[in-house]
C-alpha cells in the first residue's frame, strides 16, 4: 500500500499526462538520507526489518586497526577505532537507508507503470538526479513532449 501523500502525487502526474500539453515534473523523495546524523531514515512500514540481517561492507579499509593509521592525517589517523556500539549504529543507518530505497523502487516503478499505461513513455524523458551532502534529495526529472505538436 503506498502513502495518500504519494497517491497525491500520482494523481497530479495523471493530471498533467491528460492536459495532453508537454510538461516538466520533478519528484524528489527525501529517503534515503536524514535530516541528522543520529535519527536513521524512516523506511515504509512494508519494508521496515527487511534488511535487518545487512551489514555495511567490511572492506579493508572499514575500522582499520590503528597500526594501519600511522601514514593517515593527523585528523584522521589519531581517530579511535570505532566500538562495537558504534559499528551497530552504523549498520542500522545502513540497514534504514536500504529499506527506505525500496520506497524509491516504489515510486520509480509506479511512475513508469503509469506512463507506460498512458503510453506517453517513448516521449519521456527522464533523468535521476542525485543530491549533494548538502541537499538530502534524489530527484526524478520528467519532461514529456507531445509527438504530435512536434510535427
Do not use: C
Amino acid at each position: 500500500m503506498r502513502t495518500l501523500t504519494w497517491k497525491h502525487r500520482l494523481e497530479r502526474l495523471r493530471l498533467l499526462i491528460d492536459e495532453e500539453n508537454p510538461f516538466f515534473l520533478m519528484i524528489s523523495p527525501t529517503a534515503p538520507h536524514v535530516q541528522n546524523f543520529y535519527d536513521p531514515p524512516a523506511p515504509p512500514a512494508r519494508y521496515y526489518g527487511l534488511f535487518n540481517d545487512t551489514t555495511v561492507p567490511r572492506t579493508p579499509n572499514f575500522n582499520p586497526p590503528q597500526k594501519y593509521q600511522k601514514g593517515k592525517p593527523s585528523w584522521l589517523r589519531n581517530l579511535a577505532p570505532l566500538n562495537s556500539t558504534q559499528i551497530d549504529e552504523i549498520d542500522l543507518l545502513y540497514q534504514r537507508r536500504l529499506e527506505s530505497l525500496r520506497g524509491v523502487d516504489d515510486i520509480v516503478d509506479d511512475v513508469v507503470e503509469m506512463l507506460e499505461k498512458r503510453g506517453i513513455i517513448d516521449n519521456t524523458y527522464s533523468k535521476p538526479s542525485g543530491g549533494s551532502s548538502m541537499v538530502s534529495t534524489y530527484s526524478i526529472l520528467l519532461l514529456t513532449t507531445r509527438s504530435h505538436i512536434l510535427h
